[in-house]
């Protein structure tokens, strides 16, 4: 047995001898373990994801795997560079422009891209399987039913936060490690609208800012996803997507990376946000056809009241009815715009016609007031009892005082002579006043009557005076008032031209 062990030795020892030249010559030894091939897909993804998850920490970030030199080898001082995630956004559809909340509601498509050097494989080992899909569930690696870690990137001005707005999806996962994780959802951000002075003719935009939560600049960076030559962003891509018979429509994206300083408590963290401007279109012409045309109609009907005759009833309805139009009309507008300080162009519109509406209102009542007048003066019968108690109750001088002792009772003669004259409601009140030595103080009877119902020939007179002031006025205003409102509605919409 003993002689049989030393000829099997020595006729091995040619053999190792010659294996250990190859070695030292560069030769591969051939591998005696063939490589495993599975019967179908379905066998290799599932050997795969076995092996991918085993041991998957999603809490954890991917490593860093740090860029090659010129020798071919990996360097070692940089070991702890942050996560870079390209971010992109295809806008799919406006969906609702709320200026009244600043809120809007866009169909979009959010895309994020990066790489995981856990989730790395040969695909010649797995029957050229080059991609793999792994579930992620309520936008968050952490969730019960995800499978592989994803960035926590949040909307920062949100209304209501991606993670419940986009659906759940799988993330595509190619052999080198990279993944790419899209969910279509709603983007539903808090504007701070930019252009709305211009209302109807403005076109808003938005800011959206996008960033991560948790992670400061130390542990992730952003990145536009360059697509189509455009950075960050897309637009459209389907049959479905775009905008068709809505007041909104999207008019240009432009995205900006943006790092905010670090905060007191990390001095060392800077926060790097993705600023997505959006800008929308709206459409002008409802409001040119439901609103502005119908408020100039209303001014040009305020504005026939000039010519309708004072004595017609109908004069001051129409006018009346003109304003309250304009009103109705304003007050639509006014309910699709916020409550603020700063005024819109339609405001400053809606509040110029309805100034030119409110003076036809005025207009028509001073020219009743004038054309119905018999007294003298304007002043007042109130007045004129005031003045008169005032002139008794406090005589100036010695020489006032002299009258008083002559005149004796003729003083409250008097005054109860103006006192019935001022609230007299008979014509003989009227013509003792008229003869009276005090012809200052004449009041006009506070019975109502027609035009031509007058008491004596001076209200005659006197009804003629105040007639040729409501004609004047009349002519006055056919010329001047339409001539300011064209002026003036050129100048506004030059202002939009």
């Known amino acids: ?64 795997v740090p860029p090659e030199d010129e020798d071919g080898e990996n ?20 969906l609702d422009v709320d200026v009244v909340r600043s809120e809007i509601n866009l169909l979009v498509w959010m895309r994020f891209i990066w790489t995981d050097e856990r989730l790395a494989w040969n695909p010649d080992d797995y029957n050229g399987l080059d991609k793999m899909w792994f579930w992620v569930e309520d936008g968050a690696g952490l969730s019960e039913t995800s499978e592989i870690w994803t960035p926590d990137l949040e909307l920062w001005n949100m209304k209501e936060s991606i993670k419940k707005s986009f659906s759940n999806s799988f993330a595509s996962v190619s052999s080198d490690g990279r993944v790419f994780w899209s969910r279509p959802g709603h983007l539903n951000p808090v504007c701070k609208f930019r252009g709305l002075s211009d209302f109807p003719f403005d076109k808003l935009s938005c800011v959206v800012e996008i960033g991560s939560w948790s992670y400061s600049g130390k542990y992730l960076r952003l990145k536009p996803f360059e697509y189509a030559g455009n950075d960050g962003f897309s637009i459209g891509g389907s049959e479905t997507s775009g905008e068709a018979f809505t007041e909104f429509k999207l008019d240009n994206v432009t995205a900006e990376l943006v790092i905010y300083p670090p905060y007191p408590a990390d001095p060392l963290a800077d926060w790097p946000v993705l600023l997505y401007t959006i800008s929308f279109e709206r459409s002008w012409q409802p409001y040119i056809r439901g609103y502005l045309v119908s408020q100039m109609i209303f001014n040009v009907i305020g504005f026939a009241c000039f010519w309708l005759p004072v004595q017609s009833g109908e004069r001051l309805a129409l006018a009346i009815t003109a304003m309250l139009s ?48 018999t007294a003298s003066d304007l002043v007042p019968a109130y007045l004129r009892l005031i003045f008169s108690g005032v002139r008794r109750r406090h005589p100036s001088g010695s020489r006032a005082r002299k009258r008083k ?85 050129a100048i506004f919409l030059a202002q939009v031209a």
């Open 1 to 64: 047995v003993l002689a049989t062990g030393l000829l099997c030795a020595g006729s091995l020892l040619p053999l190792v001898a010659a294996q250990d030249n190859a070695t030292a010559a560069g030769d591969e030894i051939p591998s005696s373990a063939p490589k495993k091939n599975f019967e179908n897909l379905s066998e290799a993804q599932t050997a795969l994801r076995e092996k991918l998850l085993t041991n998957y920490d999603r809490g954890a970030q991917p490593p860093y």
């Open 75 to 94: 360097a070692t001082e940089a070991a702890s560079e942050p996560t870079l995630v390209e971010v992109g956004i295809n806008f799919h559809r406006v």
């Open 326 to 373: 304009a009103v109705a009309a304003d007050l639509v507008v006014v309910s699709k715009l916020p409550s603020a300080a700063e005024l819109t162009w339609m405001q400053k519109f809606s509040l110029m016609s309805q100034v030119f509406a409110a003076y036809c209102v005025l207009e028509g009542v001073v020219i009743s007031y004038f054309y119905f007048q």
């Open 405 to 489: 002792d002559k005149t004796g009772s003729g003083v409250n003669l008097a005054a109860s002579t103006d006192t019935e004259a001022s609230f007299g409601s008979g014509v003989s009140e009227l013509e003792d006043s008229a003869n009276s030595s005090d012809n200052h103080f004449r009041a006009p009877s506070l019975r109502p009557r027609d035009a031509d119902d007058f008491q004596h020939r001076r209200q005659i007179k006197n009804n003629a005076y105040w007639k040729r002031w409501a004609t004047t006025i009349d002519d006055i205003s056919r010329v001047v008032i339409p001539t300011s409102y064209v002026v003036i509605v």
